[in-house]
């Protein structure tokens, strides 16, 4: 997985990533942000499941769900009203709600996150 981290005065800690994975990039800023208490976690459970400890570990939140399981791990957004169209006639589509990355590039994604907001 291809990702870009930054800083903005203003808008604080943004992050880019491949648009396969585009829900890591508002997880990661927004509902992770810099809570090391969640981020140790989360780093913890995935090397564990890496290890063959354990099956899966699930952190719900505000807007995405993350889901992780001894392969891969996928965020899910919540979809409320999956009928609704968009502004530009666009409808519903499935990867617009769902990003999924392997095990090891996300623990490289959630480690290289942690390390950049420590700086």
Partial sequence: MD??????????YNVEVDSEQSLFAPW????????????????SHTEALLNKK??????????LH?????EEAILEGRDDNPDVEFDD???????LFTSRCGLED??????AWRDFIRE
């Fill in 106 to 111: 996300f623990l490289v994604l959630i480690v």
């Fill in 66 to 70: 993350l889901e992780i399981n001894r």
């Fill in 54 to 63: 354990g099956w899966r570990y699930s952190l719900p939140g505000i807007d």
């Fill in 28 to 43: 990661l800023s927004e509902e992770i942000a810099t809570n090391m208490t969640k981020i140790d976690a989360i780093i």
């Fill in 3 to 12: 990702y870009r981290f930054s800083k903005d005065l203003y808008a604080g």
């Fill in 89 to 95: 006639g666009l409808t519903h589509c499935d990867n």
